[in-house]
């Protein structure tokens, strides 16, 4: 039985045992049971009976708990109830089922309010940020209080700043651009598409590969790549287990230009897993997707750049999971990136919180919701701009996040504009994208008044008709008595927020356009109702109970079956019919099914919330309404079934005004800001190091260098004798091969990390409660060394260590080891915001160093975070102080002073998001050291980098660490790299500065159960490690 499905039940038994006992008095009214009759006796002494209303149980059950909470106690009482034949003994079950649910009523106000503080706390301190930022900002110089001045005579409202950008146009015919679009979850295939299968596959799914179809056959793009999910589970279709599927290739196209879905690995193949539980998973999509692009950008380099790699041009992420992955790739590749959010969690979980039916911890656990709003947060972090639908999206349910203000914005653009300083402050762009449509299939001229094909399907001379009509149109037409009359078309998934019950009601309970219309619901697939999601299921079972409470059996259509192909048909049908469609969400981010009736001339009624309010003030189309008054959702139909002069006038502005949302007019604007973007990002690009020649002991017979041939002859004696001809060659081979072995690891021409097959990364925190170093990293980097030796030595294998110490401590620290500090490729020190080359005479990596500016506030940021760091109440006391020796230019490092408590990661992030400031931000040292360091920089993304310069495949990296560390410990234990955990390596670790206590959990964040992760069953002195990692998991 479907979750709430008994409460249903139980309001259709309480208002029938209402109405068969009510009892009729001498003036006329009617009572209602015995429990109303002694309540009216108690409370009319001393009172004008007339003027007295009776206590209803059945009026304050409806009132009080419509929303509902799942109480097993009051459902095994409503079974009780059902099964009660005396009247008396029912009425006496419902007068019991009053307390508790007058207890549940007081326990969802009690949810309410603690949520209502917690939001006007939040709501106070992004108010403070907004101030703060505000009071930074506005000390002005002379020439730019004129300027401001100026700029307020000659235009009150400020325009967007796509004002400013110029439009793609044929001028960009020869650029050969490649574009990364990311949707991971649901079920996404060019064909068929099986849209409304899930809560996961729906107007997403389609919106994202007809973008990709219709950029592909933009001139000027090169190739567009759609990355998504693999899933080889026998529940779904194979065709979502290949690798690679092509979605269109121009005529005149070579090589590997168009437009592909990549399906990339994604936790365990063999299983469907809904958008919720697939957040531990994304870091290995991650890497899979760097993986791809790589390799998709040396091909693409070798066709059209001449062997130098194609990059992205951009990278865009559509939803929050999409987005967090769009988000690392973009800091690890340097490429812009863009975010189209589709639904937000925020505004999720404040609709959630205002119902109160669950607390914030039980949303958080079925919705994972916090977790998807930090990946939001950090999409927005990263984004160069957002791609939305409509202003009110940009307004009401962006303007909720922590990383996007739209006042501080607005003052942002103005000061750029101007060519002022932002101090390091930065809001993401947002702009008003319609979705498009693809009208190659729409027939606009079909004429308004034929109706044959539909006479030939219901008329007398059906068997005669020769014309080969949609299987469709006879699939709905079935349902109807008579089907001349004009269809009301509602088509969406299954779905509470697609409020189909509410459309139900308005057209069961209004008898004029009962005789007036049809109505026609197309709510996904189906075969047994039982099998279906929870939500689903309900939200059918809800619409074969009301098609049964108002007997529309004949008025109204609810086929089980539909394919994407036959979308078309049905609203052709409905067009024929001289119908209307209805959207009637609660809230709908987009309405592309609102332009899709369009294209076919239906008029439309729509919500009022969301996308429709833009797109029907371009149309023109239609009327839109509140979904929550029914009565004005059936006046609006009536309106337009009724009066056809209007319904005239509706398709044909709708007729007109279509192309504005069309496929080619939304990539033309799409493309515009894309390039907008382009120009005002670094020019910095990652490069590949080139594989570097063969040794010269290798190659010796094809030297052709005269010099080499002279040095050769001149070492061609040995000891003065003469060698033999026919020997020579051979030793003449062994002299240099000694001379390139015995020649000093620092020199560049005998060692190169292109050449390392596999990388081994010491990334174990082994600190104390103090904060200083134990002998355990000793002990693990002597080890590693020790596993590793055999590689090291035939140049295979490299050795990288990560730290969040500074790179004078490390030194130091690997000194006191005594351990070389050249047996490492690369010292990744400040927690990832610097890089050595032990080989290049420890020289920084300057290339990593520009790589990781982006966006770092630097010296704007030092005075804010010790005044933010405080706890609460308390900002104002000196709780860290800086660390000298660890500040660089792209690391402010600050000493915890012992004692004093700061804020954890996730507070103090919120608060510098508040006011425009986008850094990362790692504890280290058992909590005693907060570095802050620029936001594309980390030990995981340097790893990355690394990966990507070198050419090592992750797969092919080993990480070491303990059971606990920084802050930035959980990123470095999930991806498609090994990870040895060893025990008891780390006595004290800095996680417990990371999340708030109403944040998300570790198990959100990576596998614990992963193949790629291993744990030391010894401790780390004993730990055999060529024993551990020669188990077939770590080959």
């Given at each position: 039985?479907?979750?709430?499905e008994w409460l249903?039940g139980?309001?259709?038994?309480?208002?029938?045992?209402?109405?068969s006992?009510?009892?009729?008095?001498?003036?006329?009214?009617?009572?209602i049971?015995?429990?109303?009759?002694?309540?009216?006796?108690?409370?009319?002494?001393?009172?004008?009976?007339?003027?007295?209303?009776?206590?209803?149980?059945?009026?304050?059950?409806?009132?009080?708990?419509?929303?509902?909470?799942d109480?097993?106690?009051i459902?095994?009482?409503?079974?009780?109830?059902?099964?009660?034949?005396?009247?008396?003994?029912?009425?006496?079950?419902?007068?019991?089922?009053?307390?508790?649910?007058?207890?549940?009523?007081?326990?969802?106000?009690?949810?309410a309010?603690?949520?209502?503080?917690?939001?006007?706390?939040?709501?106070?301190?992004?108010?403070?940020?907004?101030?703060?930022?505000?009071?930074?900002?506005?000390e002005?110089?002379?020439?730019?209080?004129?300027?401001?001045?100026?700029?307020?005579?000659?235009?009150?409202?400020?325009?967007?700043?796509?004002?400013?950008?110029?439009?793609?146009?044929?001028?960009n015919?020869?650029?050969?651009?490649?574009?990364?679009?990311?949707?991971?979850?649901?079920l996404?295939?060019g064909?068929?598409?099986?849209?409304?299968?899930?809560?996961?596959?729906?107007?997403?799914?389609?919106?994202?590969?007809?973008?990709a179809?219709?950029?592909?056959?933009?001139?000027?793009?090169?190739?567009?790549?759609l990355?998504?999910?693999?899933?080889?589970?026998?529940?779904?279709?194979?065709s979502?287990?290949?690798?690679?599927?092509?979605?269109?290739?121009?005529?005149?196209?070579?090589?590997?230009?168009?437009?592909?879905?990549?399906?990339?690995p994604?936790?365990?193949?063999?299983?469907?897993?809904?958008?919720?539980?697939?957040?531990?998973?994304?870091?290995?999509f991650?890497d899979?997707?760097?993986?791809?692009?790589?390799?998709?950008?040396?091909?693409l380099?070798?066709?059209?750049?001449?062997?130098?790699?194609m990059w992205?041009?951009?990278?865009?992420?559509?939803?929050?999971?999409?987005?967090?992955?769009?988000?690392?790739?973009?800091?690890a590749?340097?490429v812009?990136?863009?975010?189209?959010?589709?639904?937000?969690?925020?505004?999720k979980?404040?609709?959630?919180?205002?119902?109160?039916r669950?607390?914030?911890?039980?949303?958080?656990?079925?919705?994972?919701?916090?977790?998807?709003?930090?990946?939001?947060?950090?999409?927005?972090?990263?984004?160069?701009?957002v791609?939305t639908?409509?202003?009110?999206e940009?307004?009401?349910?962006?303007?909720?996040?922590?990383?996007?203000?739209?006042?501080?914005?607005?003052?942002?653009?103005?000061?750029?504009?101007?060519g002022?300083?932002?101090?390091?402050?930065?809001?993401?762009?947002m702009?008003?994208?319609?979705?498009?449509?693809?009208?190659?299939?729409?027939?606009?001229?079909?004429?308004?008044?034929?109706?044959?094909?539909?006479?030939?399907?219901?008329?007398?001379?059906?068997?005669?008709?020769?014309?080969?009509?949609?299987?469709?149109?006879?699939?709905?037409?079935r349902?109807?008595?008579?089907?001349?009359?004009?269809?009301?078309?509602?088509?969406?998934?299954?779905?509470?927020?697609?409020?189909?019950?509410?459309?139900?009601?308005?057209?069961?309970?209004?008898?004029?356009?009962?005789?007036?219309?049809?109505?026609?619901?197309?709510?996904?697939?189906?075969?047994?109702?039982?099998?279906?999601?929870?939500?689903?299921?309900?939200?059918?079972?809800?619409?074969l109970?009301?098609?049964?409470?108002?007997?529309?059996y004949?008025?109204?259509?609810?086929p089980?079956h539909?394919?994407?192909s036959?979308?078309p048909?049905?609203?052709r049908?409905?067009?024929?019919?001289?119908?209307?469609?209805?959207?009637?969400?609660?809230?709908?981010?987009?309405?592309?099914?609102?332009?899709?009736?369009?294209?076919?001339?239906?008029?439309?009624?729509?919500?009022?919330?969301?996308?429709?309010?833009?797109?029907?003030?371009?149309?023109?189309?239609?009327?839109?309404?509140d979904?929550?008054?029914?009565?004005?959702?059936?006046?609006?139909?009536?309106?337009?079934?009724?009066?056809?002069?209007?319904w005239?006038?509706?398709?044909?502005?709708?007729?007109?005004?279509?192309?504005?949302?069309?496929?080619?007019?939304?990539?033309?604007?799409?493309?515009?800001?894309?390039?907008?973007?382009?120009?005002?990002?670094?020019?910095?690009?990652?490069?590949?190091?080139?594989?570097?020649?063969?040794?010269?002991?290798?190659?010796l017979?094809?030297?052709?260098?005269?010099?080499?041939?002279?040095?050769?002859?001149?070492?061609?004696?040995?000891?003065?004798?003469?060698?033999?001809?026919?020997?020579?060659?051979?030793?003449?081979?062994?002299?240099?091969?000694?001379r390139?072995s015995?020649?000093?690891?620092?020199?560049?021409?005998?060692?190169?990390?292109m050449?390392?097959?596999?990388?081994?990364?010491?990334?174990?925190?082994?600190?104390?409660?103090?904060?200083?170093?134990?002998?355990?990293?000793?002990?693990?980097i002597?080890?590693?060394?020790?596993?590793?030796?055999?590689?090291?030595?035939?140049?295979?294998?490299?050795?990288?260590?990560?730290?969040?110490?500074?790179?004078?401590?490390?030194?130091?620290?690997?000194?006191?080891?005594?351990?070389?500090?050249?047996?490492?490729?690369?010292?990744?020190?400040?927690?990832?915001?610097?890089?050595?080359?032990p080989?290049?005479?420890l020289?920084?990596?300057?290339?990593?160093?520009?790589?990781?500016?982006?966006?770092?506030?630097?010296?704007?940021i030092?005075?804010?975070?010790?005044?933010?760091?405080g706890?609460?109440?308390?900002?104002?006391?000196?709780?860290?102080?800086?660390?000298?020796?660890?500040?660089?230019?792209?690391?402010?490092?600050?000493?915890?002073?012992?004692?004093?408590?700061?804020?954890n990661?996730?507070d103090?992030?919120?608060?510098?998001r508040?006011?425009?400031?986008r850094?990362?931000?790692v504890?280290?040292?058992?909590?005693?050291?907060?570095?802050?360091?620029?936001?594309?920089?980390?030990?995981?993304?340097?790893?990355?980098?690394l990966?990507?310069?070198?050419?090592?495949?992750?797969?092919?990296?080993?990480?070491?660490?303990?059971e606990?560390?920084?802050?930035?410990?959980?990123?470095?234990?999930?991806?498609?790299?090994?990870?040895?955990?060893?025990?008891?390596?780390?006595?004290?670790?800095?996680?417990?500065?990371l999340?708030s206590?109403?944040?998300?959990?570790?198990?959100?964040?990576?596998?614990?159960?992963?193949?790629?992760?291993?744990?030391?069953?010894?401790?780390?002195?004993?730990?055999?490690?060529s024993?551990?990692?020669?188990?077939?998991?770590?080959?």
């Open positions: 039985m479907a979750v709430n249903h139980y309001l259709e038994a309480i208002l029938d045992a209402g109405s006992t009510r009892k009729r008095n001498n003036d006329g009214k009617h009572r049971t015995r429990f109303e009759e002694e309540e009216e006796e108690r409370n009319l002494e001393g009172e004008n009976k007339n003027n007295y209303k009776f206590f209803s149980p059945t009026k304050y059950f409806v009132e009080q708990v419509i929303d509902s909470f109480e097993s106690d459902y095994r009482t409503w079974v009780k109830v059902v099964a009660t034949r005396n009247s008396r003994d029912r009425s006496s079950r419902m007068e019991n089922m009053c307390w508790p649910i007058w207890h549940l009523t007081r326990k969802k106000k009690q949810i309010w603690d949520d209502a503080q917690k939001l006007a706390e939040r709501r106070f301190e992004r108010e403070q940020g907004r101030n703060d930022a505000a009071d930074d900002l506005s002005l110089s002379e020439g730019e209080k004129e300027k401001d001045v100026n700029a307020s005579e000659s235009k009150k409202d400020i325009p967007r700043i796509s004002s400013e950008m110029q439009l793609w146009s044929d001028e015919e020869l650029r050969n651009l490649y574009i990364v679009l990311i949707s991971v979850h649901g996404v295939r064909e068929n598409m099986e849209l409304g299968r899930d809560s996961d596959t729906g107007g997403q799914v389609k919106y994202v590969v007809e973008l179809r219709a950029l592909a056959n933009t001139k000027g793009i090169y190739r567009v790549d990355l998504t999910r693999q899933i080889a589970s026998p529940e779904v279709d194979s979502y287990g290949e690798p690679i599927e092509m979605l269109s290739c121009p005529l005149d196209g070579s090589g590997s230009c168009g437009a592909y879905i990549i399906r990339l994604c936790g365990p193949q063999d299983k469907y897993i809904p958008k919720e539980s697939l957040w531990p998973y994304l870091p290995e991650v899979e997707a760097l993986n791809h692009i790589v390799n998709m950008a040396r091909a380099g070798e066709q059209v750049k001449g062997g130098k790699p992205p041009n951009v990278i865009h992420g559509h939803y929050a999971d999409a987005g967090e992955i769009a988000a690392h790739l973009s800091g590749l340097n812009p990136m863009v975010l189209t959010g589709h639904s937000l969690g925020r505004n979980f404040e609709q959630l919180l205002k119902q109160g669950l607390s914030r911890e039980a949303i958080n656990v079925t919705y994972k919701i916090m977790r998807r709003i930090e990946a939001e947060e950090m999409a927005l972090d990263a984004a160069e701009m791609v639908s409509t202003r009110q940009i307004e009401e349910q962006w303007g909720l996040y922590d990383g996007f203000d739209l006042k501080l914005e607005r003052k942002l653009r103005v000061r750029r504009r101007r002022v300083s932002c101090l390091g402050r930065y809001m993401p762009r702009v008003v994208i319609p979705p498009g449509m693809d009208f190659s299939y729409v027939t606009t001229h079909e004429s308004m008044e034929g109706e044959g094909d539909l006479k030939s399907l219901i008329g007398s001379n059906r068997a005669q008709s020769k014309k080969k009509l949609p299987p469709i149109w006879s699939e709905i037409m349902f109807f008595t008579n089907p001349h009359k004009p269809t009301i078309l509602a088509l969406s998934r299954p779905d509470p927020k697609k409020n189909v019950m509410t459309l139900l009601k308005a057209f069961g309970e209004c008898h004029r356009l009962r005789e007036l219309a049809n109505l026609t619901l197309i709510l996904g697939n189906r075969d047994d109702i039982e099998e279906m999601s929870e939500s689903s299921s309900t939200v059918l079972s809800m619409v109970k009301l098609i049964d409470k108002y007997d529309l004949g008025q109204v259509a609810y089980k539909h394919k994407q036959q979308v048909d049905i609203y049908l409905a067009a024929k019919t001289k119908g209307v469609f209805i959207n009637p969400a609660l809230v709908e981010p987009f309405g592309l099914t609102i332009i899709e009736a369009a294209a076919y001339g239906l008029p439309v009624v729509a919500t009022k919330n969301g996308g429709p309010v833009d797109i029907l003030k371009v149309l023109n189309n239609g009327l839109l309404i979904p929550h008054n029914q009565k004005a959702m059936a006046d609006a139909l009536l309106k337009l079934v009724a009066d056809k002069n209007l005239l006038e509706c398709r044909k502005n709708g007729l007109r005004n279509i192309h504005r949302f069309s496929w080619p007019e939304h990539c033309q604007n799409y493309l515009s800001h894309i390039e907008h973007c382009r120009n005002h990002l670094s020019t910095s690009r990652l490069e590949i190091m080139p594989i570097p020649e063969e040794p010269i002991s290798d190659s017979r094809d030297v052709e260098d005269l010099s080499l041939r002279f040095s050769i002859e001149g070492d061609s004696k040995f000891n003065n004798t003469e060698t033999d001809p026919a020997t020579r060659p051979k030793e003449l081979i062994e002299a240099i091969s000694h390139v015995s020649s000093t690891r620092n020199s560049s021409a005998s060692f190169h990390p050449r390392r097959q596999r990388l081994v990364v010491i990334a174990a925190d082994c600190y104390d409660r103090e904060g200083s170093l134990t002998k355990a990293f000793e002990a693990i002597k080890s590693v060394m020790k596993f590793a030796g055999p590689g090291i030595g035939s140049g295979r294998v490299g050795v990288v260590l990560l730290t969040g110490s500074s790179l004078k401590e490390t030194i130091e620290a690997l000194n006191s080891c005594n351990i070389n500090i050249e047996e490492f490729d690369a010292l990744v020190c400040n927690s990832g915001s610097e890089m050595y080359y080989w290049k005479d020289m920084v990596d300057e290339d990593y160093e520009a790589h990781v500016e982006y966006r770092w506030p630097g010296e704007n030092t005075s804010m975070v010790p005044r933010l760091a706890i609460e109440g308390e900002e104002d006391k000196d709780y860290i102080e800086e660390y000298v020796s660890g500040f660089s230019s792209r690391c402010y490092s600050y000493c915890v002073k012992p004692g004093m408590k700061v804020r990661i996730y103090l992030r919120q608060r510098l508040m006011r425009g400031l850094c990362n931000l504890y280290t040292h058992a909590g005693f050291r907060l570095n802050v360091i620029p936001l594309f920089a980390s030990r995981k993304q340097a790893l990355r980098y990966s990507v310069k070198w050419g090592i495949d992750l797969s092919k990296a080993i990480i070491f660490v303990g606990r560390g920084d802050t930035d410990y959980e990123e470095l234990m999930a991806g498609i790299h090994k990870t040895l955990v060893l025990r008891g390596s780390v006595e004290e670790g800095s996680e417990k500065l999340h206590e109403d944040s998300f959990k570790r198990e959100d964040m990576f596998n614990l159960d992963s193949p790629n992760l291993i744990y030391s069953e010894n401790g780390h002195m004993d730990c055999d490690i024993a551990i990692l020669g188990h077939p998991g770590a080959s």
